[in-house]
């Protein structure tokens, strides 16, 4: 670790204009991302078109730095429902939060179960009207082929 001199600039920046500084540390900075063997760039989306019975449901995916924005919707598109999961070391359980909708339901509890299995926080937008628990295992079962192939190549 270096050490910074009376201004607060690390003893290699010392004695330096401002705009050199500047210069000399986006310098390095590039330096270091040319030498590094592999980059992940964020963010990144898919979008993936799937048919259940007589419904179209478009699943979109952006994965951002150790989390990811996942929405279910159809061709009416909107964002009714938003709920965020994140895994913590004190419980088993990820902790949940409804962040907009009307009750805590399918999407809280889908993005509680892919934050556990996937270890990111996970923000998670279900806007389909379910009539049936098989509708209900499709999208999961649709999400988690869809995840396992984006977040684990």
Not at 26 to 33: Q, V
Not at 56 to 83: C, P, Q, R, Y
Not at 120 to 146: A, C, G, H, P, R
Request: hydrophobic content about 40%.
């Amino acid at each position: 670790m270096e050490s910074n001199d009376s201004s607060g600039l690390p003893a290699a920046l010392a004695g330096l204009s401002l705009d050199e500084a500047i210069h000399t540390t986006e310098d390095k900075a590039e330096k270091d991302l040319a030498g590094a063997d592999t980059l992940v760039s964020v963010p990144r989306t898919s979008n993936y078109k799937s048919q259940f019975r007589d419904s179209v449901l478009l699943f979109h995916v952006m994965v951002l730095e150790k989390s990811a924005f996942l929405w279910i919707g159809t061709e009416g598109l909107g964002l009714e429902d938003l709920n965020m999961a994140v895994p913590t070391p004190y419980d088993e359980q990820p902790s949940v939060i409804e962040i907009m909708g009307g009750s805590a339901g399918f999407g809280a509890s889908m993005s509680q179960k892919l934050s556990k299995r996937f270890g990111i926080l996970l923000y998670v937008s279900v806007n389909v009207m379910i009539d049936s628990s098989d509708m209900e295992m499709f999208i999961q079962k649709e999400t988690i082929t869809l995840l396992t192939k984006i977040l684990c190549p």
